[in-house]
């Protein structure tokens, strides 16, 4: 089956639109970043490296979180967050176990919840206005062995408050969970800084905090990724990744030691954030101009509107709109349990150079090409 993010590349391409679809970034990270690359690809390392990192990357992540976490027992090298979050819960689920994750989600967390044999049980973020938000209310009561955490969220852009995030915590100590946080958009935040569950109390002991160079160093395809969580949980999370990919790309894993350690030293995530900022805005405007609803992301880089047109079936809506105003968004659909709940929903995504953003704005504010939205 052809997925979300191919049919409508395919689409964009037909009618010649801009692609806010796919969630990957246009540009390649910084140049810093690539030198490392090809003196490491020239060099070596060319062969397996240690399964759980090489030492030079596992202390470069040690630093690059403060020292929160030990590069001997703590911390391990993965092939992209993904790897991440398939050996965490891999290695945490029974099966049958229900796992919690907020809804909407990143759409490939139902499969990777079942292909570890467990159950995904769907918590509804709500709109409130031009934001999303979680009521602890709507936690279930029983029965959840973990809750798979994203926040920064894909695709809503909400950022728990300190609220939300006490009561997450709360719940997961109550109910004795285990906590699986996806925090790849962890350096893109817009107001609040970004604070891991991880750091609440009694939440450390029982996080498994999932990450990856894929959109802090953007650099997707080069699938380095790690995951920081205490020993217990770090020693049985290894026991999976060893068997799955051993390690992760050997000569990239030194071009992400330099990268982080470069763009700690020379404040780079701060000026990422900020190039995001105009784009966010950029796409904010447009959007509201050309009549859509959308909600203001706290964090990441995706925004979710809400097409002009009430129970729009969102595969209907962006092909209107990418005949109408020359803008591929991305439907909904797969990242909801339901379909029916996606009716309306199109994430547009910011992480494209400027003047592909500028694009986007003239062609969703100026005249319509054909038709209407
Ligand atoms: N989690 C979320 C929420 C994502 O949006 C993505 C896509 N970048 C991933 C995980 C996958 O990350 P990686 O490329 O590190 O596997
Ligand atoms: N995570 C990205 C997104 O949500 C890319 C996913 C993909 O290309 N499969 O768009």
Not at 44 to 69: C, D, F, I, K, M
Not at 96 to 119: K, Q, T, W
Not at 121 to 132: A, C, S
Request: with cysteine; charged share 20%; hydrophobic share 45%.
């Amino acid at each position: 089956m052809r997925d979300v993010y191919t049919v409508t590349d395919e689409l964009a391409g037909r009618f010649d639109a801009v692609n806010l679809g796919r969630g990957v970034p246009d540009f390649g990270g910084p140049s810093p970043l690539h030198a490392a690359a090809a003196r490491a690809v020239r060099d070596g390392p060319h062969q397996y490296v240690a399964s759980e990192g090489t030492r030079e990357l596992r202390a470069a992540l040690a630093e690059h979180y403060a020292g929160a976490y030990d590069p001997d027992t703590e911390i391990t090298v993965t092939a992209g967050a993904t790897e991440a979050l398939r050996c965490a819960l891999a290695s945490v689920l029974a099966p049958g176990d229900g796992v919690l994750i907020p809804e909407p989600c990143y759409d490939a967390y139902p499969p990777l919840v079942r292909s570890c044999g467990g159950r995904p049980v769907p918590v509804p973020l709500r709109r409130e206005g031009d934001r999303y938000v979680l009521d602890p209310a709507d936690l279930p009561v029983a029965g959840a062995r973990a809750l798979l955490l994203n926040a920064p969220h894909n695709p809503t852009g909400w950022m728990p408050g300190e609220a939300e995030l006490a009561a997450l915590a709360e719940f997961a100590v109550r109910h004795d969970l285990v906590v699986v946080a996806d925090e790849v958009y962890e350096q893109l935040w817009y107001g609040e800084p970004h604070r891991s569950v991880a750091t609440l109390p009694g939440m450390r002991e029982r996080t498994i905090v999932c990450s990856s160079a894929s959109k802090t160093l953007s650099v997707c395809g080069w699938r380095v990724g790690w995951a920081l969580a205490p020993a217990r949980l770090t020693a049985a999370l290894r026991d999976v990744h060893r068997f799955t990919t051993f390690c992760a790309p050997a000569p990239l894993q030194a071009a992400v030691a330099a990268g982080l350690r470069w763009a700690g030293e020379t404040g780079w995530f701060a000026a990422q954030r900020a190039e995001y900022a105009v784009r966010r805005g950029l796409l904010l405007d447009a959007l509201e101009a050309a009549g859509w609803s959308p909600a203001r992301p706290a964090g990441a880089f995706f925004v979710l509107a809400r097409t002009p047109v009430t129970g729009d079936d969102p595969f209907e809506a962006n092909d209107r709109l990418v005949r109408s105003r020359g803008v591929a968004g991305l439907p909904m659909t797969t990242f909801h349990s339901r379909p029916e709940r996606a009716a309306g929903l199109l994430r547009f995504a910011f992480c494209k150079r400027l003047p592909v953003m500028e694009d986007a704005h003239r062609r969703l504010t100026g005249s319509l090409v054909k038709g209407d939205v």
